[in-house]
T-cell receptor, first 112, second 113 residues
Framework: NAGVTQTPKFQVLKTGQSMTLQCAQD?????MSWYRQDPGMGLRLIHY???????DQGEVPNGYNVSRSTTEDFPLRLLSAAPSQTSVYFC???????????FGEGSWLTVV | GENVEQHPSTLSVQEGDSAVIKCTYS??????FPWYKQELGKRPQLIID?????GEKKDQRIAVTLNKTAKHFSLHITETQPEDSAVYFC????????????FGSGTRLSIRP
């Protein structure tokens, strides 16, 4: 049982490039979310999903796309990277209200 | 939607003293209030949670209290130790907002030797 697995752990992008952060969970959780954490800041919700085929926007969705084709996977796509997207990205999954949220180890992204 | 405010943003306490972090929430339907601890360079991890039918919950040196009328809840850490140094986040959710978990802005707790 690996929990929530994110890849890559570290990535440097040039402005304008696109990339996908991968997230997979093996706990059969319905709910999955992506957060970003800027230095010294809190966790801000980017996008979330309540099940396969269902996604919605969080607090800071601009510049990001998500999809949920399976229960296990929830990739985050940066469409055209900007320096403002330099951050640590956390994927999370949980089974619903009142249940523990499990986070991945984080992906450190730098956009130059 | 839910709005969670957390105070203070930074807190420094002497080792052995107590630390208190406070959060307020806006949605009166919220019924689940977890606290997460994030050590430097690591992922956030659940340390304690409380449900709306309970006013207080303890787990060794940590406790959480909930005041539903005032819509605030607090994390209490007693006999603080160096390993308590971390960033702490609160959150609030309800059945209707369970999918959209919004966290407080975090408190950086430092324990002075």
């Amino acid at each position: 049982n690996a929990g929530v697995t994110q890849t890559p752990k570290f990535q440097v992008l040039k402005t304008g490039q696109s990339m996908t952060l991968q997230c997979a969970q093996d706990m059969n959780h319905e709910y999955m979310s992506w957060y970003r954490q800027d230095p010294g800041m809190g966790l801000r919700l980017i996008h979330y999903s309540v099940g396969a085929g269902i996604t919605d926007q969080g607090e800071v969705p601009n510049g990001y796309n998500v999809s949920r084709s399976t229960t296990e996977d929830f990739p985050l796509r940066l469409l055209s990277a900007a320096p403002s997207q330099t951050s640590v990205y956390f994927c999370a999954s949980f089974q619903g209200n009142g249940n523990t949220i499990y986070f991945g180890e984080g992906s450190w992204l730098t956009v130059v | 939607g839910e709005n969670v405010e957390q105070h203070p943003s930074t807190l420094s306490v002497q080792e052995g003293d107590s630390a208190v972090i406070k959060c307020t929430y806006s949605d009166s339907a919220s019924n689940y209030f977890p606290w997460y601890k994030q050590e430097l360079g690591k992922r956030p991890q659940l340390i304690i949670d409380i449900r709306s039918n309970v006013g207080e919950k303890k787990d060794q040196r940590i406790a959480v209290t909930l005041n539903k009328t005032a819509k605030h809840f607090s994390l209490h850490i007693t006999e603080t130790q160096p390993e308590d140094s971390a960033v702490y986040f609160c959150a609030a959710s309800s059945y209707s907002s369970a999918s959209k978990i919004i966290f407080g802005s975090g408190t950086r707790l430092s324990i002075r030797p």
